[in-house]
T-cell receptor, first 112, second 118 residues
Framework: DQQVKQNSPSLSVQEGRISILNCDYT??????FLWYKKYPAEGPTFLIS?????DKNEDGRFTVFLNKSAKHLSLHIVPSQPGDSAVYFC???????????FGQGTTLQVKP | DSGVTQTPKHLITATGQRVTLRCSPR?????VYWYQQSLDQGLQFLIQ???????AKGNILERFSAQQFPDLHSELNLSSLELGDSALYFC?????????????????FGPGTRLLVL
């Protein structure tokens, strides 16, 4: 039973355009959500997070939106750059626990 | 560089053997987490330690064990290895300074140890 789902295995966008990565979850006990970026042969790198009490969080080119009623979150990257090409993982944390439940990842390719 | 270090970077061993993976958390972080990334399962939470004590367990096999030492580094021991244990093993750490329930903390990941069981 996959509690965090990233339904798009891959996404390709043109440099300078917006990249939108999506994530759905099923467990209403999740109250903290994170996005990580991963290059091959490296560990996941933290990008941005959002608490369940918010519906939006911005950090530079990265914005995360949370829709609790739909149990959906998305990561927007504007403008996209070739260096953003990587695998992006959505992760969720249940209340009062430290463990992260990860989605399967979406491979983003930003074309010059 | 996240500040989390893991050794060794690569490990090749045979079925039935035992290995130890080592993790040093970021300076000052009290919580250490272990994750396994295999091709078909994605990133799976194994276990968490906080200041030397086990705090949470995930899908960790009985053949696997972990501990966190007084200097806060952690080791993951994998025994009676099987071909299916071949995977990337990541360690992460978070501050957990309050000592209370772990709540909405960002985890920072190390570079991982790639284990190949032949």
């Amino acid at each position: 039973d996959q509690q965090v789902k990233q339904n798009s295995p891959s996404l390709s966008v043109q440099e300078g355009r917006i990249s939108i990565l999506n994530c759905d979850y099923t467990n209403s006990m999740f109250d903290y959500f994170l996005w990580y970026k991963k290059y091959p042969a490296e560990g996941p790198t933290f990008l941005i997070s959002i608490s369940s009490i918010k519906d939006k969080n911005e950090d530079g080119r990265f914005t995360v939106f949370l829709n609790k009623s739909a149990k959906h979150l998305s990561l927007h990257i504007v403008p996209s750059q070739p260096g953003d090409s990587a695998v992006y993982f959505c992760a969720a944390s249940p209340s009062n626990t430290g463990k992260l439940i990860f989605g399967q990842g979406t491979t983003l390719q930003v074309k010059p | 560089d996240s500040g989390v270090t893991q050794t060794p970077k690569h490990l090749i061993t045979a079925t039935g053997q035992r290995v130890t993976l080592r993790c040093s958390p970021r300076s000052g972080d009290l919580s250490v987490y272990w994750y396994q990334q295999s091709l078909d399962q994605g990133l799976q939470f194994l276990i968490q330690y906080y200041n030397g004590e086990e705090r949470a367990k995930g899908n960790i096999l009985e053949r696997f064990s972990a501990q966190q030492f007084p200097d806060l580094h952690s080791e993951l021991n994998l025994s009676s290895l099987e071909l299916g244990d071949s995977a990337l093993y990541f360690c992460a750490s978070s501050a957990s300074l309050s000592g209370g329930p772990i709540y909405q903390e960002t985890q920072y990941f190390g570079p991982g140890t790639r284990l190949l069981v032949l």
